[in-house]
């Protein structure tokens, strides 16, 4: 079948080929090594150079077949040169009778020729301010031939470097092409030239001579241009005006000087008590002129000059505007160019010296005239110039003893006082943080002595309240003994300028002796919330810092090692070797004291026993029975029935099905899945599940315990599962048993100690346990935790 080429596969544009007489049928049957088999194998399509599969009957529209018969492209140009362009650069002369000099103007274009259709276009790119109609100048179609050959149309054989073609009248010189032309071309054996260059534009030439034959051309300035290119920059510039006279002085000024429309502002920098007042501006902004004559009269100076062309007097006289502006005088200006440093500028006869530049001024200097050295100048002073002034602290009168040091200040500041300003940030953080301690009253009444206080420290505003405990049959009435207040420490001037200092947090610590409105307390202990924030705070509480306290410890102990040890465990040999040595608190505070006296505190005796501490706490008093009764109650009363669902999010989390979890994914798994328990259940039930070595809960124990069909029956009322279901008694006696092995290997100082045998009597597993004492203490404090605890089962 023969196609008509350029044309889509459409109903009567296939015709048959009559010369074709062979009709052959192709072979559907392959013998291979004896075996008959179906031949599907087709005989690969001739590709062409660029990679296309094109037919071979069908060549680019407008151009002869250039390939041999039967090795053609076999696709369609449509579709073979989809999206694919011959580019050519190229020119056209269009004549000029209005420019001299200038006979035709050199117009530069683009010519693409489209495969696919064999159609054209012509593009002429856009030029800035050309003045001329520029942008498409043929629309793609197809173009014919000039005459005798019009009944064709152009084709890529008719497009190529140094030739011309002729579109529409207009004859277009071919000098270039891109690169994938000249390739394409290649390809099908046709020779592409070298490149060429544009001719020269006749009116690119009389414009060049025109602009080097003016030798100072006048720069022209567009009023409206000028303000929209340069709005809001503005250069500054620090000067001075030298004006030392009788009784004046150096004034410091700043140039304004703004780009937008060339105007100047001057403003003055008034030095504190200078004695000028009032507005700072020293030059309204304007255009500021060069030279200054002094003040013109009024109509001395006229934008237009009046000429009287008819009349004598007054009356019937006609005037007429002067169009040669006669007298009129040319002002000059000053400008950018003339504000540098150094530059004497005359400011209506005031001569005001340049000085230093701002950044930006420098920065615009430095890219539009190359101006590198922006040294300032130094200003002038004189003997008897204001010098800067320094504000020195302000000195108040003394306190006079009524209201607050704080009060008095307002009132000496301003003449409507204010109330003082509480630090709300302050306030904020550390409300409700008290640090209580324990006191007795130091008095030389025997009565007092005995008497018991407790001392608050409020951290959100630094004050004090006292409590007096109730002892009865002591004569005297507990509750507040001193209001909430800030008291002042001891040893001040009170009726002083100076304002006060008042007790801090770090003034407080067990062992310390103070003085509170007359009264002496002793501080003899505190409770456990203060003992931990000062251990947690130890940059703010000296006497709790763990670090600071053992560098002391062994500074003193550097070379009493021994008799430390000696004082503390009397009769252990080979210290060393200990696994495990335990002291009590009182044997411990003895040793540390009688090695370093006063040097070292109650309070830090008691950080280092609380650290050091050999106590454990108290077993957990959670029953499982009454914790699996309270779940399964709460399970009924919420008619929960979604067992199988957990476990299948079990599966999904644990595809491995490993029998133990992290308790944070059992946690969430319990959330998760809406289990009808309050937080405290949770816990609780999490806490009596089976564990394994790495503290993770067993699933099967967990899916067991909250299985309801297993039960008999839940017998149990509801409880508060906060604080009745598993109640938590806290751990209060940190400390009465100190470890000493693992002090003395924090010390990390040598013992010195004499090796000896020591009887087996007071050893229990490498554990030796001195003095007796300590021994009777911790059995009695063991059984009353053990009391606790039945008593505690019993009232469940």
């Known amino acids: 079948m023969l196609r008509i080429p ?196 006749p009116t690119n030439s009389v414009g060049n001579r025109e602009h080097l034959g003016a030798v100072n051309p006048i720069e022209k300035k567009h009023a409206f241009a000028q303000f929209l290119k340069y709005d809001r920059q503005i250069l500054k510039f620090q000067a001075y005006w030298d004006d030392r006279t009788e009784f004046g002085d150096v004034r410091k000024l700043e140039i304004c000087y703004y780009l937008a429309d060339d105007t100047i502002e001057i403003k003055e920098a008034h030095i504190r008590n200078s004695g000028r007042d009032g507005p700072t501006v020293f030059l309204k902004r304007a255009r500021l002129a060069r030279e200054f004559n002094g003040l013109l009269l009024p ?16 009356r019937n006289v006609r005037y007429c505007v002067d169009p040669l502006n ?59 110039d204001c010098t800067d002034y320094r504000q020195k602290e302000r000195v108040l009168p003394p306190y006079n003893g009524w209201g607050s040091y704080e009060d008095s200040v307002g009132n000496c500041l301003s003449v409507e006082p204010k109330p003082p300003k509480t630090d709300f940030k302050k306030f904020i953080k550390f409300d ?52 909430r207040t800030r008291i002042e420490l001891p040893g001040q001037e009170k009726f002083s300028y100076k304002q006060p200092q008042y007790y801090m947090p770090w003034n407080f610590f067990i062992g310390s002796t103070m003085s509170l409105k007359d009264f002496i307390f002793h501080l003899v202990s505190a409770d456990e919330y203060t003992l931990m924030f000062m251990e947690h705070h130890p940059e703010q509480f000296i006497h709790a810092n763990l670090s600071a306290i053992m560098q002391k410890i062994r500074s003193a102990l550097q070379n009493r090692m021994s008799e430390f040890a000696g004082t503390c465990v009397p009769d252990c040999y080979n210290l060393e070797n200990k696994r495990d040595v335990f002291v009590s608190f009182e044997s411990f505070k003895g040793a540390l004291i009688g090695v370093l006296g006063k040097v070292i505190s109650d309070h830090e005796i008691i950080t280092l026993c609380r650290h050091f501490s050999a106590e454990q706490t108290s077993t957990s008093g959670c029953s499982r029975v009454n914790v699996r009764a309270a779940a399964h109650l709460e399970l009924k009363r919420a008619l929960w029935n979604a067992r199988d669902d957990m476990m299948e999010h079990f599966h999904h989390i644990n595809p491995t099905n ?38 993770e809960i067993e699933i099967c124990d967990l899916m067991n315990f909250i299985d309801v069909s297993c039960s008999k029956g839940c017998d149990m009322p509801p409880v508060n599962h906060a604080f ?20 003395l290997s924090k010390l990390n100082l040598p013992l010195n100690l004499s090796s000896g045998n020591e009887s087996g009597k007071d050893m229990m597993g490498g554990a030796r346990i001195l003095p007796p004492s300590a021994t009777e203490e911790l059995q009695l404090h063991n059984d009353k935790k053990q009391n606790d605890q039945n008593n505690m089962d019993v009232k469940i």
């Open 6 to 201: 350029g044309m889509p596969l459409l109903p009567g544009t296939l015709f048959r080929d009559v010369s074709k007489g062979h009709y052959p049928k192709p072979q559907s049957l392959l013998n291979i090594q004896g075996l008959s088999m179906l031949n599907d194998r087709q005989q690969p399509a001739p590709i062409d150079p660029n990679g296309d599969v094109i037919d071979i009957s069908c060549p680019p529209v407008g151009a002869s077949s250039i390939y041999p018969p039967r090795s053609g492209p076999r696709m369609p140009p449509w579709l073979a040169y989809d999206k694919k362009v011959l580019c050519f650069s190229a020119y056209f002369k269009q004549t000029l009778q209005e420019v001299y000099h200038a006979p035709y103007l050199v117009r530069k274009v683009k010519i693409y020729f489209y495969l696919e259709d064999g159609t054209l276009e012509i593009y002429e790119p856009r030029v800035d301010n050309s003045g001329i109609v520029q942008g498409c100048l043929v629309h793609r179609q197809r173009v014919q031939k000039t005459p005798p050959c019009d009944n064709e149309f152009m084709s890529l054989n008719d497009l190529n470097i140094d030739m011309t073609v002729q579109i529409f009248d207009r004859q277009y010189h071919i000098i270039d092409c891109d690169q994938f032309t000249r390739d394409f071309l290649n390809r099908r054996g046709i020779t592409v030239p070298d490149s060429m260059k544009f001719p020269c534009d």
């Open 724 to 743: 009745e279901l598993c109640p938590k008694i806290p751990f209060q006696h940190k400390g009465r048993l100190v470890n000493l092995s693992c002090f």
């Open 432 to 483: 409700r943080y008290v640090l209580r301690f324990g006191a007795k009253m130091l008095s030389t009444i025997k009565e007092n002595c005995e008497r018991i206080f407790v001392i608050s420290y409020y951290l959100s505003d630094d004050t004090l309240q006292i409590q007096e405990v109730a002892v009865r049959n002591s004569g005297f009435l507990g509750g507040e003994f001193m209001k």
């Open 658 to 695: 490993q029998p133990f979890l992290p308790e944070s994914k059992v946690r969430s798994t319990l959330r998760g899945c809406r289990l009808p328990f309050s937080l405290e259940l949770i816990d609780n039930i999490l806490l009596i599940l089976n564990r394994n070595e790495c503290n």
């Open 299 to 314: 109509g001395q100076m006229t934008p237009i000059t009046l000429l009287n062309v008819l009349g004598t007097n007054m």
């Open 326 to 384: 006669t007298g009129n005088q040319d002002i000059m200006y000053y400008s950018e160019r003339d504000l540098q440093i150094g530059s004497v500028i005359n400011v209506y006869g005031r001569a005001v010296i340049i000085t230093e530049l701002d950044p930006f001024t420098q920065q615009y200097y430095r890219q539009r005239y190359g101006v590198q050295d922006f040294t300032p100048l130094a200003i002038p002073t004189r003997s008897d």
